[in-house]
T-cell receptor, first 111, second 117 residues
């Protein structure tokens, strides 16, 4: 089965800096990968989807890259703000096509 | 956030109780999901319903029983739970194509925080 690895340590970053999160997977390369944001006590909220033939995707201050050779996706938050503080989850389909989530990385942006 | 609603938001139940979680989606989606989220662990997919038909049961213990009466409503019936079942239970919905392909994103409800005593 697919193993998804996200940094379990919280990422502490100063406001205005760029936060970079990694999502590594171990087995077959998926056709796409999704990123979600989750705030405490709430359900995840979809942010971005990137397909295997796309190298990069942007949405406002967010940027996602997908490197199928490295089996890795990077998630960037540029000009970070305290409101960006949350846990960010990557998700990709398993061999049965069902979405499988990583454990997430917590981001803490301090003023 | 009102696209997918869940009730109750919090639930405390004893090991001998029977309770039900309710989920409703107002997005016109054709697939609904139940997930379990324990502290510091990835979301665990429990059940999937496509077009009201259960298409996946990830080896979930029989003390969890799903029900999907129509494409907008999903229930999770609970009975004789164990303390290790305490977790955040999330409902989600999405649109899926008949022929498969890349699914759309999933929309989650706020979850039910379940505590089994």
């Amino acid at each position: 089965s697919q193993k998804i690895e996200q940094n379990s340590e919280a990422l502490n970053i100063q406001e205005g800096k760029t936060a970079t999160l990694t999502c590594n997977y171990t087995n077959y390369s998926p056709a796409y990968l999704q990123w979600y944001r989750q705030d405490p006590g709430r359900g995840p909220v979809f942010l971005l989807l990137i397909r295997e033939n796309e190298k990069e995707k942007r949405k406002e201050r967010l940027k996602v890259t997908f490197d199928t050779t490295l089996k890795q996706s990077l998630f960037h938050i540029t000009a970070s703000q305290p409101a960006d503080s949350a846990t960010y989850l990557c998700a990709l389909p398993n061999s049965w096509g069902k979405l499988q989530f990583g454990a997430g990385t917590q981001v803490v942006v301090t003023p | 956030e009102t696209g997918v609603t869940q009730t109750p938001r919090h639930l405390v139940m004893g090991m001998t109780n029977k309770k039900s979680l309710k989920c409703e989606q107002h997005l016109g989606h054709n697939a609904m999901y139940w997930y379990k989220q324990s502290a510091k662990k990835p979301l665990e997919l429990m059940f999937v319903y496509n077009f009201k038909e259960q298409t996946e049961n990830n080896s979930v213990p029989s003390r969890f029983s799903p029900e999907c009466p129509n494409s907008s409503h999903l229930f999770l019936h609970l009975h004789t739970l164990q303390p290790e079942d305490s977790a955040l239970y999330l409902c989600a919905s999405s649109q899926v194509g008949l022929a498969g392909g890349i699914p759309y994103e999933q929309y989650f409800g706020p979850g039910t925080r379940l505590t089994v005593t």
